[in-house]
């Protein structure tokens, strides 16, 4: 699912100068007569009294929508082309909710410049379309788990996997996980249990509608169906945002128009990059994750592996016994706890044994937290299945706008 996009649009060249100073600005109308709420930075009298204006800034705003409302700003000047910069959660838009939703990025640009002409169509005339360019996009794909306390339990679970340039970041709440610096100019990735979040915005917009948020009582109208708040139960998100940068790297444009025409030619866009993105992260839990029940069936996955068998093509129990004892060790301490321990070469020998007798880094990372419980076998139970992504009594929503400005 295309979550969000976040847009910015050059204003045409033809009302673009630089000043004495190397700054833009705009010239040849007064930016007041946008209709436009600008705060100004200096205020001052005249020997007359008259008071007087200077520095404007338009701080980020929020435009209405049929349902949620839609970020907006518009820099004007400074040591940045001007442009305006536009962003919403297009499911949101288009249906009240984002629990599941379209991948078409034209319908949900169509939807985000069709309320920005509404609220100020004399801005719109001032912008070159022809330039506007995607500085990222949210794609979310789900899971769906059997309840919300084995959802729960892998998401605990993912809390502890990193692998690669690929880390967990230091940012934890309750309900979410997230990988990636928040400065990453290529990618972040943020994971987490969307019932949770559902009943949270779903309490929040309730208090707004009892007063008399018009746009509220409408995404609560929504959000009330029953249908849609059981689908949300054990639903594990995977949300990965992908940014301009990163985009072009991986050959996609980033011009609007190119990027619609891009998907068109290439209808499962979404999916192929949200999956070169997650990669790294997925990797870390590849391979048979052993249900651990007992040391017997440690031991039994040791001995059935080929690492253990010589080049004579016989079974070492030298070498059962040694893989056997880091198992333990990992066990008893931890991964991290054991590279402490052990230098650096050694350790990495250790863990590719493990792994190749089908252990999974990921299953090794949670080892020591989960050695009194039943560990999940991750790849079993999380399955990102495309076609599963929407319930059978979904109607994809229809845009009120036919085409982009």
Known sequence: MLDKIEMRIPVDASLVEVRDDGKYCIFGFDLLDLSIRFDAMEVYKDEDGEKHHQVLRHPYSRLPT???????KFVHEGAVYPYVQIKASLAKLLQGHNVFGSDDIEQGAYEMIGFLHMAYPVLTKMLDWTRAWVSHID??????????????????????VSNGQTRLSNKRFDSSVYWGGQTSKLVNHKYYLKHDKFLSQFEELKQLAKKN????????????????????????RFESRLKKRWLERNGVPTNLYELIAFQKANPNLLQTLWTKATHGIFDAMRGQTVKLINDESVLEAISNSPVVVTNSGKVSQTCIRNIYSTYCLVCEHGLEKLAEMLPKPTFYRHLSELCDCGFSKAFLQNLHDNKAKNVIPFMKLVEIDFSQQLPEWYEPPVSQFKSVT
């Open 66 to 72: 049929s349902y949620t409302k839609m970020a907006f």
């Open 213 to 236: 948020d018009k746009s509220a009582q409408r995404v609560v109208d929504v959000m009330s169906d029953s249908r849609l708040i059981n689908w949300t139960v054990g639903l594990l």
């Open 139 to 160: 794609v979310t794909y789900s899971a769906k788990l059997s309840d919300q306390t084995t959802a729960k339990k892998v998401l605990d679970f993912l809390a502890n």
